[in-house]
């Protein structure tokens, strides 16, 4: 398996479970990107769990150790047309996602995640793993 992926937060969270199958196709990917408003919702996670110091801790080293993409004028333009679009057809998603996905849009990356609404998304090249 190789390829271009940015991942959702579901998958991370995958991840540092060892789910098997995320870290081998993890391992085959050509290069793999985490959206900074997934690394933001993985410091939430970590502020609510049991173990706060702990996966602060993961989240920091994860956070250091990858290549991580920020929203900018063209992700925003991508989002304004996926919530339109969304809103068109009357199937919101979580604001969240629609980051995720205007950020994959945007540098024509292959979505990995586990939430099915990612499918509505016209254009959106979306696996789960």
């Not at 050509?30 to 997934?38: I, R, T």
């Not at 993985?42 to 110091?53: C, D, F, H, I, N």
């Not at 801790?57 to 679009?85: H, M, P």
Request: net charge negative; hydrophobic share 45%; with cysteine.
């Amino acid at each position: 398996m190789n390829g271009r992926y940015v991942l959702d937060t579901n998958v991370v969270i995958a991840l540092f479970a060892n789910d098997v199958a995320v870290v081998e196709r993890i391992r085959g990917a050509d290069e793999v990107f985490v959206p900074s408003v997934v690394i933001g919702e993985l410091y939430y996670g970590a502020r609510r769990s049991g173990r706060v110091g702990a996966n602060l801790a993961r989240v920091n080293e994860f956070a250091t150790e990858s290549t991580v993409l920020s929203c900018d004028v063209g992700s925003a333009q991508r989002y304004g047309e996926i919530k339109d679009e969304l809103r068109k057809k009357g199937r919101p998603i979580p604001e969240n996602d629609i980051w995720v996905a205007a950020l994959a849009l945007q540098h024509d990356l292959t979505l990995v995640s586990r939430d099915e609404h990612f499918s509505q998304i016209p254009g959106l090249r979306a696996e789960a793993w």
